[in-house]
């Protein structure tokens, strides 16, 4: 495996007595597509925010790029170059498409201290902006409100935002939570293009989601990792289809065949 660009070592993390994360260790390859699965509670979003500066570790060592993060503000990890997406939708529903990536763009920039600037002073965000929404295929929708967006598009805006930050590593908390199978497979090529170049790490509930992205994954459960290696060694290993589904004789996780299903999104709070 090439030198990780994300490491984590020993992740604790006790909320009031309760170990959400038991020492979680796992190293994410520059380049690569790297999932993290797991049933309800297993830890992953706990996780997520222990990587990009949300929720401080009680214990263990988090390094990007070489460097330890793990006591970090989100800020400022977004500011070395990792950035992130939640699963609740974070778009500003009453300003523009192009207006939502603006905002982003102008707290990286000299106008950071300006929040109400003026469309003048911020004219020169529009090409980035607009770039980030071309990667998505939102650049036509760029005039509209984002409150009249659909969920999907929602969702890309919001990828769009993060793509805005030039990221050297994009963490998405379940990017396809709650979409139709169609929102899901434009999800999952859209993911496909923004990939090359970029380091991604996803936590995704959908397997078949996984299947056709990821080179690596790792399966968590109660806090803890549970097996890794590439989708078709995790999903017939022993240990991961008692997680899922309990360990019947012909228990599985679902196949990269079977067709995705729509799911609600997840409110579990220790994920």
Do not use: W
């Not at 699965?37 to 500066?53: D, E, H, Q, Y």
């Amino acid at each position: 495996m090439p030198d990780p660009i994300l490491s984590a070592r020993d992740v604790v993390k006790v909320y009031a007595g309760f170990t959400a994360l038991g020492g979680v260790s796992l190293d994410v390859a520059e380049g690569s597509l790297h999932a993290i699965i797991g049933p309800n509670g297993a830890g992953k979003t706990t996780f997520f925010n222990v990587l990009s500066g949300f929720a401080p570790a009680t214990r263990g060592s988090v390094c990007f790029g070489g460097v330890e993060v793990a006591h970090l503000d989100p800020a400022s990890i977004a500011r070395m170059g990792m950035v992130r997406s939640f699963q609740i939708n974070s778009v500003f529903p009453h300003l523009t498409v192009l207006d939502n990536v603006k905002i982003a763009l102008q707290a990286r920039s000299s106008l950071s201290h300006r929040m109400l600037a003026s469309p003048k002073a911020t004219a020169v965000l529009d090409d980035p902006a607009r770039a980030a929404l071309d990667a998505v295929g939102l650049d036509a929708e760029r005039d509209r409100l984002a409150t009249h967006l659909p969920y999907g598009k929602k969702r890309s805006l919001e990828l769009a935002i993060a793509l805005s930050q030039d990221p050297r590593v994009l963490l998405l908390d379940e990017p396809t939570a709650g979409m139709g199978i169609e929102d899901v497979e434009g999800t999952v090529d859209l993911i496909k293009r923004i990939a090359p170049g970029r380091t991604i790490v996803l936590v995704e509930h959908n397997l078949r989601v996984v299947a056709d992205l990821c080179d690596r994954v790792t399966v968590m459960q109660r806090g803890q990792v549970l097996v890794e290696g590439t989708y078709d060694e995790v999903r017939t290993d022993a240990r991961v289809v008692t997680a899922y589904l309990g360990g019947g004789v012909d228990a599985q996780p679902p196949a990269a065949s079977r067709p995705a299903q729509p799911r609600a999104a997840d409110s579990d709070g220790a994920r």
